[in-house]
């Protein structure tokens, strides 16, 4: 079965994952103005409940952070990992009571691709599954190449801290795979993924084993 969840440039999504870039550049002291300057958006429009950007200009501004928060290609693996290891389901709204509430795991990855926009992608999102695995291929949009390294990794990441949120686990998938090139510090994507790690390969996946998606999650409940 395959779920496409494609962003059009227009398409309004929850700014889900441009929340820890803004809070970043906060932290770090970075001038928002040069990240946002020409946008309908502001640093401060992100914190609103509701909030909602468009593809387009999610993508622009992460084009614009990555060289102000040192998040591009040459970057150590950990400051790109760590923005999507600040994920916390509490930050995606219904959406996040519903992953919450699902069933089981594969019901809550199902709710995701569901609804991207709510779920932020800034990825297409594509699902394949077989007997023994369940793979998330994750594709830039036209014109996004640019910005795929940095969105697998915080995609990924972001997945995956969130699953160990909702099953209350250590979840760990069954292999990732990245499109670019390896980053000089490994570890921290092995530390991190608890699985191999592989990169220079055809697409961005993420594997998990299929019998996984059928983990009873501890806080389902059928009338949330």
């Not at 790109?80 to 809550?108: F, I, N």
């Not at 972001?158 to 499109?179: C, G, K």
Request: with cysteine.
């Amino acid at each position: 079965m395959s779920v496409p969840a494609v962003p059009a440039a227009q398409e309004m999504l929850a700014p889900v994952f441009l929340a820890p870039l803004v809070a970043d550049a906060a932290r770090r002291k970075v001038d928002l103005g040069p990240i946002f300057r020409g946008l309908d958006i502001e640093g401060t429009d992100l914190e609103e409940p509701g909030a909602a950007v468009s593809h387009q200009e999610a993508i622009t501004v992460v084009r614009r952070a990555m060289p102000l928060l040192a998040l591009d290609a040459h970057a150590v693996a950990a400051s790109r990992l760590e923005l999507g290891l600040r994920t916390r389901v509490t930050e995606r709204g219904a959406l996040g009571l519903g992953l919450l509430a699902a069933a089981t795991l594969g019901d809550a990855i199902g709710l995701s691709l569901s609804y991207p926009q709510s779920a932020g992608y800034l990825l297409r999102i594509r699902e394949e599954s077989s007997a023994d695995e369940h793979r998330l291929i994750a594709e830039p949009g036209l014109g996004d190449q640019d910005v795929q390294g940095f969105l697998a990794d915080l995609t990924f990441s972001a997945m995956v801290m969130l699953r160990r949120q909702v099953t209350a686990t250590q979840h760990r998938p069954l292999a990732v795979e990245f499109v670019r090139p390896a980053p000089a510090h490994l570890a921290a994507y092995q530390h991190f993924f608890a699985c191999p790690v592989r990169f220079a390969c055809m697409h961005n996946v993420l594997i998990t084993q299929a019998q996984a998606l059928d983990l009873p999650l501890p806080w389902a409940n059928a009338m949330a």
